[in-house]
């Protein structure tokens, strides 16, 4: 029974750690109009980066339509996500979401890997980005599936 609140602290411990790295971004390199290296290194998964692209929290499904018959109110502002993989390599579509002020700086779309020089940001969300780099490549991952 002693064991018991030894595991618990150490499942909080691990969690929150995860938590505080998922706040910090992981370095990378802009090359030409992508980042080609993954921000995790590790493999990525569509499906959880679908689940992504149409929660409410994310916004993507706000501005973005696409294949997914199953949503109601799909966005009309941004281009459809329909062929996005056809249309952007891999590196183009992570450097998108991690910053897609660099292809546009008067873009409405969020800077998803950035916690510097944004305006408007909500005092829980100050100095953190808005997805982490696992949930990035998790996108990228899916999007790069999405072939007309």
Known sequence: MARAPIHIAALISASLACSASANELVPY???????????TGSP??????????LART???ILCHS???????FQGDL????AGAG???SASQLRLRLVDASRFN???IMPSY??????????RNFAGKPILSAAEIEDIVAFLATLRD
């Open 44 to 53: 990525s998964d569509a499906t959880r980066g679908r689940a992504l692209v």
């Open 29 to 39: 390199t802009i090359v030409g109009d992508g980042i080609p290296a993954s921000l």
């Open 58 to 60: 994310t916004t993507c």
């Open 105 to 107: 700086p008067d873009t």
């Open 113 to 122: 890997y950035r916690n510097d020089g944004l305006v408007r940001v909500g």
């Open 86 to 88: 056809n249309r952007w």
């Open 66 to 72: 696409g294949p997914f018959p199953e949503t109601r």
């Open 78 to 81: 941004a281009p459809d996500l």
